[in-house]
């Protein structure tokens, strides 16, 4: 990684995010795999190694307290993508991620529409899951509990940051949802795909 794209991670996260996205599978990929499972052949796992210690020089390199103060400027949506940097800082230094994660300020977040807290947030998986990545899941799990009245239903990723919100909602409304059928706890539902009461 350049120079540039350490600072603009750490300036101007989100859009610097959609410049490498589409490196991410490779990039986790030679970052969590272990070189002796991915390659049997020496200048293969010779070449992996290199690109491990490159890009640890980059995370190493990046402040990920700016990051967390740049993203604290995002807007509803803004965040699509960029749960794998989490996954990614979780699987080398899951002390970085809470250094970005507990320096995002979500004051400006909190005067979101009261229809994103309701309905919105449940589609946008990757503002939810990168707000709670932190070891204690914060901020995002006090984000949503200061908005939990708004909230009349929950996905997945939710039930696992504010599980106490999850059980006061009624069963359809609770949704596990895995590919095209929608599980919830009142037993199986029918195709998520055909009909939109259920997302």
Known sequence: ?????????????????HEVFHWHLGLLG????????????????????????????????IDWSKVGIALSDCHPGELHNFAWIAHLLAQVDQSKLDQMCHNISCDAMDSWPAHYWSIDIWNDHDFV????????????????????????????????????????????????VYGSVSFHWGGVRGSAESDGSDR
């Open 1 to 17: 990684m350049t120079p540039r794209l350490v600072q603009g991670f750490e300036t101007t996260p989100i859009a610097t995010n």
């Open 129 to 176: 899951v990168v707000l709670s990545a932190s070891t204690d899941m914060e901020p995002g799990r006090s984000l949503l509990l200061r908005h939990a009245d708004q909230i009349d239903q929950i996905a997945p990723w939710g039930i696992r940051v504010i599980p106490e919100i999850a059980v006061r909602l009624p069963p359809d409304r609770v949704h596990l």
């Open 30 to 61: 030679v970052l969590t795999h272990e070189l002796d499972d991915v390659s049997e052949d020496d200048d293969h796992a010779e070449t992996l190694a290199l690109y491990r210690a490159l890009m640890m020089d980059w995370i190493d390199a």
